[in-house]
């Protein structure tokens, strides 16, 4: 077992855990790529590692990867996977005004706390979006429920028929 160099250790609280650093995007933040390979490009943020200041991006900076097969009936493949980029290398971006711009913060009169659009005034932390993102967030974990649940069934039936027709 090697040690690490010390530039390669994570930064640690005396508790042992990582630092989480603060960061000007969340997930569901719409985003233009500002530095790299994928220069240009706009995205969605749909997943974000606070300990190392990285978000994975829907559709940006995709990796393939070489599956190998796990038995005899799934063959091997080769798939895309998105891997992360550095939050220093994207800016957030307004879709209807098509612009980027740094973000800022303020309280509104009923005194919650928002982030902005700076150049635009776009509020981002509206209700909607919250509610949209609760949503979709509720739907995908159904669906990995049900995926579960089904995956459960086969495996205490152990035929290939379906789990309702095997009862």
């Known amino acids: 077992m090697s040690q690490l160099k010390r530039w390669e250790r994570k930064e640690c609280k005396p508790n042992s855990l990582p630092v989480l650093h603060k960061m000007h995007v969340k997930v569901g933040d719409t985003i233009k790529v500002i530095s790299g390979r994928d220069k240009g490009k706009i995205g969605e943020i749909?997943?974000?590692?606070?300990?190392?200041?990285?978000i994975v991006v829907k559709d940006?900076?995709?990796?393939?990867?070489h599956m190998k097969s796990r038995g005899e009936d799934?063959?091997?493949?080769?798939?895309k996977i998105e891997a992360p980029i550095h939050s220093s290398n994207v800016m957030l971006y307004s879709k209807e005004k098509e612009v980027t711009s740094r973000v800022g913060h303020k309280v509104l009169d009923n005194g919650k706390k928002v982030r902005y659009l700076i150049k635009t005034g776009e509020i981002l932390d509206s209700e909607e979006n919250w509610k949209k993102l609760k949503e979709a967030a509720k739907e995908k974990t159904e669906v990995i429920c049900k995926m579960?649940?089904?995956?459960?069934?086969?495996?205490?039936?152990r035929c290939n028929k379906p789990a309702k027709v095997c009862g």
């Not at 997943?47 to 190392?52: A, Y």
């Not at 940006?60 to 990867?65: A, E, P, R, V, Y």
């Not at 579960?148 to 039936?157: A, Q």
């Open 46 to 54: 749909s997943k974000i590692f606070k300990h190392n200041s990285t």
């Open 148 to 157: 579960r649940n089904e995956f459960y069934l086969r495996s205490i039936c």
């Open 74 to 79: 799934q063959p091997g493949q080769i798939i």
């Open 60 to 65: 940006i900076n995709l990796k393939t990867k």
